[in-house]
T-cell receptor, first 115, second 114 residues
């Protein structure tokens, strides 16, 4: 059973460019959450997708957007990249079990460097 | 708002020493609590969880007990190994259904020396 997968593993961009990161959830999961982890810090919640809609959003600007596809996979898009967007971007998937939030499982992350 | 506070690191121990990493939280209601571990260059792996007061989560020799009276979820292990060297994150999720988001502490680095 494949876990959460993310692509690419590493990415280098320059300021002002746009980037798209991809995530495939664990089999049987229908909810995808994205987190940003700056160096030496804990992950910060960006947003969560369920049934192809953004269900909840953290304190991130509109430059950060996402999408969920019918097969539950998801993309994170960041426009007008800033140096401060350099971070590890983590995708987590979860599913509903018995009507309650199930544990979130994380992918290996995409390390983005903005020059 | 909801928050998680972990003890400052790094924590440096000798192999077979006893480990405690403190974690306290602030939240309304009854959050679920988690410990995740991050090995160098990797993503987060779930280590253990507890979903209600007095629950004890355990995995791979690690344990943590959900203490509502002290709003704590301290991580313990009786005998650490070099392979336990990693960053440990305490987290809570607060939200019903599929709307819960994880709130993490800042992480505690553990270094175990042979």
């Amino acid at each position: 059973d494949a876990g959460v997968t993310q692509s690419p593993t590493h990415l280098i961009k320059t300021r002002g460019q746009q980037v798209t990161l991809r995530c495939s959830p664990k089999s049987g999961h229908d909810t995808v959450s994205w987190y940003q982890q700056a160096l030496g810090q804990g992950p910060q919640f960006i947003f969560q997708y369920y049934e192809e809609e953004e269900r909840q959003r953290g304190n991130f600007p509109d430059r950060f957007s996402g999408h969920q596809f019918p097969n539950y996979s998801s993309e994170l898009n960041v426009n007008a990249l800033l140096l401060g967007d350099s971070a590890l971007y983590l995708c987590a998937s979860s599913g509903r079990q018995g009507g309650t939030q199930e544990t979130q499982y994380f992918g290996p992350g995409t390390r983005l460097l903005v020059l | 708002g909801n928050s998680v506070t972990q003890m400052e690191g790094p924590v440096t121990l000798s192999e077979e020493a006893f480990l405690t990493i403190n974690c306290t939280y602030t939240a309304t209601g009854y959050p679920s609590l988690f410990w995740y571990v991050q090995y160098p260059g990797e993503g987060l792996q779930l280590l253990l969880k507890a979903t209600k007061a007095d629950d004890k989560g355990s995995n791979k020799g690690f344990e943590a007990t959900y203490r509502k009276e002290t709003t704590s979820f301290h991580l313990e292990k009786g005998s650490v190994q070099v392979s336990d060297s990693a960053v440990y994150f305490c987290a809570l999720v607060h939200g019903s259904g599929n709307t819960g988001k994880l709130i993490f502490g800042q992480g505690t680095t553990l270094q175990v020396k042979p």
